[in-house]
């Protein structure tokens, strides 16, 4: 049977996997991990509203009324178009069609020192490393008796004012105002300062300007002041420095959150290198109209690794739909192959967006329809539960949610010993 091979259990490997389980082809699974994680709400984890099993499912359980697919969990350390080996740490996978489907890591534009000291939100373990820094900050802080380092303490800076970035501010909004009030003696966890820097003139800037500014009204709500037209030029265990209108400046903080960008996975090198595979300046990969290597149409990249035009200038945004549309196009892409039928160039349909901003509040855009307020914010409920995989993590989720809304409280405030190390 033509053998085909996924690197990668994420949206677009998934969506590929189930696609080509249905038609007579020989699938193999490559992921590190033995789950599928929902990474749209890995921030409820890193601020305490959800565990990590709500959001993630095994690949095996997902795929398992597919006879023809296999899983293992596995790391792909070497691609060799040549002899058509996916190399990894335990054996070697031949194929004769690729699907690259790894995702993105975190990029701080090339300045990794700054990794140790602003932990990025790729992964349940570093949503874990922020969960608990966020909670030790307040534990340190009740401690602490000098004036200026608790301040320090309940200082925050959340470099970035993406969807993530808005939605970590706003969040970390509601545990200091509503959460944690009245938790603790010698502090007021409603008086933490919360930054967003963003380098751009607004937050959400892929969003209208309109929705963009009532983001950034009820981020003020929840006491969280967003900086724009900021440039981040250090990073340590004490603070930002910052570069914004020509003057410098340094906020003195010990809990700093990366979610200013992302960079294609390092696959996307080995490409370059094995199969000529040209980058873009994010390090993604540049593919055909068909989601393919232009120099090896046998080798398809797809989701947040693929460079893909959006027919207005600029490329697809790293957003599971798109990574979901491109994994089932791709797996009928190689149905027409093997059928010897040719295939229209991929075509994206799309969804909309969607940024929450705490209770009740959240921004939406599907078109040229636009919502703000609590409209938008069941929207994002109804659109994220929908795109949960499994029936008990839909049901688990939707009474922590409803569990949070009438209490204010979130059931996995616990500091854990992996990650626990305060920023300094």
Not at 367 to 377: E, K, Y
């Amino acid at each position: 049977m033509h053998k085909v091979v996924i690197i990668g259990g994420g949206f677009g490997g998934l969506e590929a996997a189930k696609a080509l389980g249905k038609i007579p082809v020989e699938v193999t699974l490559l992921d590190r991990r033995n789950y599928f994680l929902f990474q749209p709400l890995l921030y409820q984890v890193a601020t305490g509203g959800l565990s990590p099993a709500d959001i993630a499912h095994p690949l095996r359980r997902v795929l398992r009324k597919y006879g023809n697919v296999k899983v293992y969990q596995d790391e792909v350390i070497e691609i060799e178009p040549a002899a058509r080996i996916v190399r990894t740490r335990r054996g070697e996978y031949p194929w004769d069609t690729l699907i690259v489907a790894a995702g993105s890591t975190v990029s701080y534009y090339g300045n990794e020192m700054w990794r140790p000291f602003a932990p990025g939100l790729k992964g349940i373990e570093e949503a874990l490393e922020i969960r608990n820094r966020v909670l030790r900050a307040f534990e340190e802080a009740e401690k602490e008796r000098d004036p200026e380092a608790r301040r320090a303490w309940l200082s925050f800076v959340i470099v970035g004012g993406g969807p993530t970035g808005v939605e970590l501010a706003g969040t970390l909004g509601e545990i200091a105002r509503d959460t944690l009030r009245g938790d603790f003696r010698n502090i007021r966890p409603e008086e933490a300062r919360i930054f967003l820097l963003e380098l751009a003139p607004r937050v959400l800037p892929s969003f209208p300007e309109d929705l963009s500014e009532a983001a950034e009204l009820s981020l003020l709500r929840l006491g969280v002041r967003s900086l724009t037209g900021v440039r981040v030029t250090a990073v340590d265990s004490e603070g930002v420095e910052f570069e914004r209108d020509g003057q410098r400046g340094r906020l003195s903080a010990r809990t700093v959150i990366w979610a200013a960008g992302v960079q294609g996975h390092s696959l996307a090198r080995l490409l370059h290198e094995k199969a000529g595979a040209e980058l873009d300046r994010a390090g993604r990969v540049r593919v055909s109209p068909d989601c393919s290597l232009p120099t090896h149409p046998e080798i398809f990249v797809i989701g947040d690794m693929a460079s893909y035009p959006d027919g207005k200038g600029g490329t697809l945004p790293a957003l599971a739909p798109v990574a979901m549309q491109q994994g089932r196009y791709v797996a009928r892409v190689i149905a027409d192959r093997l059928a010897g039928r040719a295939s229209p160039p991929f075509r994206y349909r799309d969804k909309g967006v969607l940024a929450t901003i705490g209770r009740h509040h959240a921004v939406a855009q599907f078109g040229r329809t636009r919502f703000r307020g609590v409209l938008a914010w069941l929207l994002w409920l109804f659109v994220h539960l929908i795109y949960l995989i499994g029936f008990q993590n839909r049901i688990l989720v939707l009474i922590q949610w409803a569990f949070h809304y009438f209490s204010y409280n979130r059931g996995a405030r616990i500091i854990t010993e992996q990650g626990c190390r305060p920023s300094g």
